[in-house]
């Protein structure tokens, strides 16, 4: 069972907040090569299929009041579809991703020249390895960043010095989970939820100190990609498959809006993976 610890005897209301968000439509998805352990060349993939769940999030994201906007694939970019890991974008300043793999690095680039035409404080690209969002998230008081697969920790210094903000290094430890989104979800500026059997001891330990109210999520919830989700702060937008967690975050007093992304899973991800937010640092 997802674990839920003891809250105070009233849940506190959730109050949803506009969001800004970008996305990138998955016209060239494909999967031609393995990067990591969802992935499978030999599995066909239904482009057309991709392409309808990925207009039913856009939709279901506008339709709770968030705005999106849209970058255009590139052919021969098949994962350009996870725009979450093209950058981190906080206040006005955006840091530009490094990819790991070679077959991603085009997408660095490629993001970039959107974002130098958007009106910005400041954009730069990382000199260390990262993959946005994928590996960092924006929690209000400080930034959570995973290392082990995608990210380095001199990517952690690098970001921690560009925002001003400190940064929790949290290193991953399964690659199932190969990125921070696929194995942690940020629901409020307060409140997480994790599967922690994806981190290190010390990992764990650190996000119990800091979180010690958190919904702990099972492996089956983790495996249907239930934590890589979207929170506005009260309507959560996961995977339909992530049963328990969907139950616990209404026990929360949040609100689950399933949906299914399970083709673009095909190349390894999720909700999240398909949506980077523009983070405007509440007041």
């Given amino acids: 069972m997802t674990a839920v610890l003891p809250l105070p005897s009233s ?20 999967v031609t ?8 060349p030999a599995a066909p993939v239904d482009r057309a299929r991709a392409l309808s769940q990925w207009e039913i999030l856009r939709a279901l994201l506008e339709q709770h ?9 590139e052919p021969g970019l098949p994962d350009m579809v996870f725009a979450a890991n093209s950058a981190i974008v906080i206040g006005g300043r955006a840091l530009s991703a490094r ?7 085009p997408e660095g680039p490629a993001f970039h020249r959107w974002f130098a035409a958007r009106e910005l404080r400041e954009l730069a690209v990382a000199a260390e390895t990262n993959e946005g969002e994928g590996d960092f998230t924006f929690a209000g008081e400080r930034i959570l ?21 400190p940064v ?13 989104d696929t ?7 307060a409140t997480i939820a994790y599967y922690p059997g994806a981190f290190s001891p010390q990992a764990r330990e650190a996000l119990a100190v800091h979180y010690p109210d958190a919904i702990l999520a099972t492996e089956a919830d983790a495996m249907s990609f239930g934590l890589n989700g979207v929170s506005d702060g009260r309507h959560v937008f996961l995977d339909p498959g992530a049963t328990e967690l969907i139950a616990a975050l209404r026990e929360r007093g949040f609100e689950p809006v399933p949906v299914d992304m399970s083709e673009l899973r095909k190349g390894g991800g ?11 640092p509440r007041p």
């Avoid at 506190?12 to 060239?28: G, I, N, Q, S, Y």
């Avoid at 090569?33 to 499978?40: C, E, F, L, Q, V």
């Avoid at 009041?65 to 694939?73: D, I, K």
């Avoid at 194995?183 to 500026?189: F, I, N, Y």
Wanted: aromatic content about 10%.
């Fill in 168 to 180: 929790l290094s949290l290193e991953l430890i399964d690659p199932r989970f190969y990125h921070l």
């Fill in 11 to 30: 849940t506190p209301a959730r109050v949803a907040t506009p969001r800004r968000f970008v996305m990138c439509r998955p016209d060239h998805f494909e």
């Fill in 183 to 189: 194995a942690l979800m940020c629901l409020d500026e």
């Fill in 99 to 105: 990819f790991a793999h070679p077959e991603r690095q």
């Fill in 33 to 40: 090569y393995a990067i990591n352990p969802w992935m499978d």
């Fill in 270 to 280: 999720g909700v999240k993976c398909c949506v980077l937010e523009l983070h405007t």
């Fill in 65 to 73: 009041g968030h705005s999106v906007e849209t970058v255009p694939g």
């Fill in 145 to 165: 960043a995973g290392v082990g697969f995608r990210c380095t920790a001199a990517a952690h210094a690098e970001a921690q010095r560009f925002f001003g903000l």
